[in-house]
């Protein structure tokens, strides 16, 4: 039977009375499972424009009480990428691994990792994003250098990671719209924070982007959207069976982001920073961090056993060419000045310093607010289409672990406008908290997850 419905003023055939939208809402409030239909039928209608957002806004809470088991999760996830442009990556000679950070405060890891894996030989085809909340985006970094070029034709793309090896790109194409769709609702319905939402989301815009493999960085801690390790850990393991169940091998590596990464914040800091890692300097939390991952890459990229891509990783530093990539992945890019040199990064007009309210050890970072000082600051947006600051962020001075002294030089603020350094400056007091003990070492590398097995370490 045809039925046929009035939505937004157009007439709609709906499939059959027991394909209805109604009736999912019903089985998934119930708790009960989802068919492979119902879940097509659903991000179909969605897109299309004859579901409401209400109710999708209603199945999304009853997904989010109740959950989806591995098989709906995969379901929700092809037919989010089935909804949108899917990347043919197949003119590129080898093994395309991707590599997505579930987001975190100072995490310029691509910026590091790309090249490296790039000059160790596996070719990077990346699309990133802008910055989301509290948390930056690869992109915003990359147009703080003059002159780069961040949307690329698909043309260019693909000649460029032939050519060079490396290309990051906006998105080319409609990539998971279903999803934008989706994460729209979940920010204002309080539904963000779903493990199997979180995966689906993640991963179909992954699998539209046409790699071979995939490496994922789950974050975890106060700066992530997991808050623990067990809960970072599943989200890790479901991601992984994602892939498994689509044909993409996947390895997920759950790091730490309970204190921020490296010591910048903002683009145009973080820009600097990642390229003193590749100089074979920066931070020790940043470099851990960012060779592991890259060990990961080269070894789904079929370099060799882990120990064997960990040498890879250290030489690409030692003998320059993981830099050496940089440059010319910024000059391909159109940044009219060498990364490295002084003028190619803009500087804050206004730098302000952060002094200690107290004297102990920090024992802990409340990391979500560095973040959000930071946006406050310039480096990121109010709006989806608001406006940034690259030169504005944070140089912290002092992170967990570190004691210090009443009035000791904690933090630095760069920014445009003296206006918004008062409460930049008290929001990141604020994300300080001290002891009179020093507090128990935290590893960086948490867990490591592919389809046979969970290592925490
Ligand atoms: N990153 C995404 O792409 N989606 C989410 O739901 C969370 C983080």
């Given at each position: 039977m045809i039925l046929q419905g009035e939505v937004h003023g157009k007439t709609i055939p709906f499939k059959g009375e027991f394909m209805n939208i109604i009736n999912i809402i019903e089985k998934k409030r119930d708790g009960k499972e989802l068919s492979t239909e119902e879940i097509n039928h659903f991000i179909e209608g969605l897109c299309n424009g004859s579901?409401?957002?209400?109710?999708a806004s209603a199945l999304l809470m009853a997904i989010f009480i109740r959950g989806l088991n591995s098989r709906e999760t995969a379901d929700l996830t092809v037919a989010m990428t089935k909804s949108g442009d899917c990347i043919d990556l197949s003119a590129i000679p080898g093994v395309k691994v991707d590599k997505h950070s579930t987001g975190g405060v100072g995490d310029k890891t691509t910026l590091v990792i790309g090249p490296i894996v790039?000059?160790?030989?596996?070719?990077?085809?990346?699309?990133?994003?802008?910055?989301?909340?509290?948390?930056?985006?690869?992109?915003d970094k990359l147009e703080s250098m003059e002159g780069f070029r961040t949307s690329l034709t698909r043309e260019?793309?693909?000649?460029?990671?032939?050519e060079i090896g490396i290309a990051i790109s906006g998105q080319t194409g409609d990539l998971a719209p279903a999803d934008k769709i989706l994460y729209a609702l979940r920010d204002v319905t309080a539904t963000v924070n779903s493990i199997p939402l979180i995966a689906s989301s993640v991963m179909s815009k992954k699998l539209a982007s046409g790699a071979d493999r995939i490496m994922l960085d789950v974050k975890t801690g106060s700066g992530a959207f997991m808050k623990t390790l067990e809960d970072s850990i599943e989200l890790a393991r479901e991601m992984v069976s994602i892939g498994?169940?689509?044909g993409k091998k996947t390895v997920a590596v759950v790091t730490d982001m309970d204190t921020p990464l490296g010591n910048c914040i903002g683009n145009a800091l973080e820009v600097k920073e990642a390229i003193e890692v590749l100089k074979g300097k920066g931070p020790e939390d940043l470099r851990t961090?960012?060779?592991?991952?890259?060990?990961?890459?080269?070894?789904?990229?079929?370099?060799?056993?882990?120990?064997?891509?960990?040498?890879?990783v250290r030489n690409s530093i030692i003998d320059g060419s993981a830099l050496k990539k940089f440059g010319e992945l910024a000059a391909r890019q159109g940044?009219?000045?060498?990364?490295w040199d002084e003028k190619a990064m803009r500087k804050a007009a206004v730098i302000d310093y952060v002094t200690a309210p107290f004297e102990g050890y920090i024992s802990s970072m409340?990391?979500?607010l560095v973040g959000k000082a930071s946006m406050l600051l310039g480096a990121g947006r109010e709006t989806k289409d608001g406006s940034l600051d690259h030169s504005a962020g944070i140089i912290l001075h002092k992170k967990t672990g570190d004691y210090i002294k009443k009035g000791m030089i904690i933090a630095e603020l760069h920014t445009s406008s003296r206006q918004l350094l008062s409460e930049a400056g008290k929001m990141l007091k604020e994300a300080y908290e001290t002891s009179t003990a020093a507090p128990a070492a935290r590893p960086l590398i948490l867990a490591y997850a592919d389809s046979d097995r969970v290592i925490r370490y």
């Amino acid at each position: 039977m045809i039925l046929q419905g009035e939505v937004h003023g157009k007439t709609i055939p709906f499939k059959g009375e027991f394909m209805n939208i109604i009736n999912i809402i019903e089985k998934k409030r119930d708790g009960k499972e989802l068919s492979t239909e119902e879940i097509n039928h659903f991000i179909e209608g969605l897109c299309n424009g004859s579901i409401f957002e209400y109710q999708a806004s209603a199945l999304l809470m009853a997904i989010f009480i109740r959950g989806l088991n591995s098989r709906e999760t995969a379901d929700l996830t092809v037919a989010m990428t089935k909804s949108g442009d899917c990347i043919d990556l197949s003119a590129i000679p080898g093994v395309k691994v991707d590599k997505h950070s579930t987001g975190g405060v100072g995490d310029k890891t691509t910026l590091v990792i790309g090249p490296i894996v790039a000059a160790c030989g596996v070719p990077v085809a990346k699309m990133s994003g802008r910055g989301l909340g509290h948390t930056g985006g690869t992109i915003d970094k990359l147009e703080s250098m003059e002159g780069f070029r961040t949307s690329l034709t698909r043309e260019e793309f693909i000649d460029n990671v032939k050519e060079i090896g490396i290309a990051i790109s906006g998105q080319t194409g409609d990539l998971a719209p279903a999803d934008k769709i989706l994460y729209a609702l979940r920010d204002v319905t309080a539904t963000v924070n779903s493990i199997p939402l979180i995966a689906s989301s993640v991963m179909s815009k992954k699998l539209a982007s046409g790699a071979d493999r995939i490496m994922l960085d789950v974050k975890t801690g106060s700066g992530a959207f997991m808050k623990t390790l067990e809960d970072s850990i599943e989200l890790a393991r479901e991601m992984v069976s994602i892939g498994e169940l689509t044909g993409k091998k996947t390895v997920a590596v759950v790091t730490d982001m309970d204190t921020p990464l490296g010591n910048c914040i903002g683009n145009a800091l973080e820009v600097k920073e990642a390229i003193e890692v590749l100089k074979g300097k920066g931070p020790e939390d940043l470099r851990t961090v960012c060779f592991e991952l890259a060990s990961r890459m080269l070894e789904l990229g079929g370099k060799g056993d882990i120990g064997t891509c960990r040498e890879l990783v250290r030489n690409s530093i030692i003998d320059g060419s993981a830099l050496k990539k940089f440059g010319e992945l910024a000059a391909r890019q159109g940044s009219v000045y060498e990364p490295w040199d002084e003028k190619a990064m803009r500087k804050a007009a206004v730098i302000d310093y952060v002094t200690a309210p107290f004297e102990g050890y920090i024992s802990s970072m409340r990391s979500e607010l560095v973040g959000k000082a930071s946006m406050l600051l310039g480096a990121g947006r109010e709006t989806k289409d608001g406006s940034l600051d690259h030169s504005a962020g944070i140089i912290l001075h002092k992170k967990t672990g570190d004691y210090i002294k009443k009035g000791m030089i904690i933090a630095e603020l760069h920014t445009s406008s003296r206006q918004l350094l008062s409460e930049a400056g008290k929001m990141l007091k604020e994300a300080y908290e001290t002891s009179t003990a020093a507090p128990a070492a935290r590893p960086l590398i948490l867990a490591y997850a592919d389809s046979d097995r969970v290592i925490r370490y």
